[in-house]
């Protein structure tokens, strides 16, 4: 199987922090975070598959630090890990206050995308090279996260079994 370099997935997101994007607290929405990151990261696990890919989990968001109106926000993506047709892709979000250039890391994120060939079922992707210490890192310590998800998604299969979909909201 073909092999790529993580560096060739990297994508990068800086926007403007304005009014209209801030909460009542004068910070970034989270939920407009969140579709920042799930853009990011799609187009880095996209540049590694070159094929439509799906959502398959957003791991974890954690929020670490506002992200201030009129600060600046950069999002940093790549492809950390691959199994057959999964990608686990990093999120790493930078806030800067552009008067001073103070940055602060405010959040990270984990995902995990699949995929799809023509006919919109799971295909092969490439297994990726880590190249700096932060790569390497974030590959090695895959697997722990990859059983981890497992582990969720197995009880959110077993939660779901036990849901009443026929019962309306009282």
């Known amino acids: 199987m073909k092999e790529i370099a993580i ?3 990297l994508t990068v997101k800086t926007s403007h922090v304005f009014p209209p994007d801030t909460n009542n607290h004068g910070t970034l929405f989270g939920g407009k975070l969140m579709s920042y990151i799930d853009d990011v990261a799609s187009i880095s696990a996209m540049r590694l598959s070159r094929s439509p890919v799906v959502t398959a989990s957003t791991d974890s968001v954690d929020f670490l630090a506002p992200i201030k109106k009129e600060e600046s926000v950069c999002l940093e993506s790549f492809v950390t890990w691959t199994g057959t047709s ?3 892709v990093f999120v790493k979000v930078l806030a800067e206050n552009l ?3 103070k940055r602060t890391i405010a959040a990270t994120a ?4 699949v995929a799809l060939d023509d006919d919109g079922k ?4 490439p297994n990726v090279i880590p190249d700096t210490e932060e790569e390497k890192y974030l590959n090695r310590t895959a697997e722990d996260r990859v059983k981890t998800r497992k582990q969720r998604k197995k009880a959110s299969q077993e939660l779901a079994s036990f849901l009443d979909m026929d019962k309306p909201w009282e």
């Open 7 to 9: 560096k060739e997935t």
């Open 86 to 88: 999964s990608m686990e």
């Open 99 to 101: 008067f001073t250039g």
């Open 110 to 113: 984990f995902l995990t995308f």
């Open 122 to 125: 799971p295909a092969r992707v």
